[in-house]
């Protein structure tokens, strides 16, 4: 038994290959596409860093509550400052007013971060027994 053998080298009549139609089509929906997963992409790796800095900020305002009821440094009206927290600045406002009951005060603390060019807040506050 014998078996033809090709001895053309051109592809057989059935192959066909992308339009040029198909192919700018392909374009097209590729240069939706990629700016969307790019845009997407920007906004998950803000959320993480807001995420991340949100909980050092938490941390700062916390132990600056702690700090100034131990040491009863709450008495002025308004303090501020920076401390620096895991190589990074975090701006805070120390407030303390008047509560309901006249033996209570309210301390509040707001710490202030930037991330990707936007300032956000934290807040923190608890209640102190006046002196």
Known sequence: MKFATRTNSAPPRG???FTLAEVLAAL???A???PVALHGLQ???RAGS???RKREAARVAERLLNECIVTTNWNQAVQSGTVLEA???YRWTLRTEAWTEAAMQLLSVEVTFPVQGQDYTVPMSTLV???
């Open 129 to 131: 027994r006046s002196q």
């Open 15 to 17: 192959v066909s290959a």
């Open 87 to 89: 190589e990074r600045e």
């Open 28 to 30: 097209v929906f590729m």
């Open 50 to 52: 807001v995420a991340e």
């Open 43 to 45: 906004i998950a790796s």
């Open 32 to 34: 939706i596409v990629i």
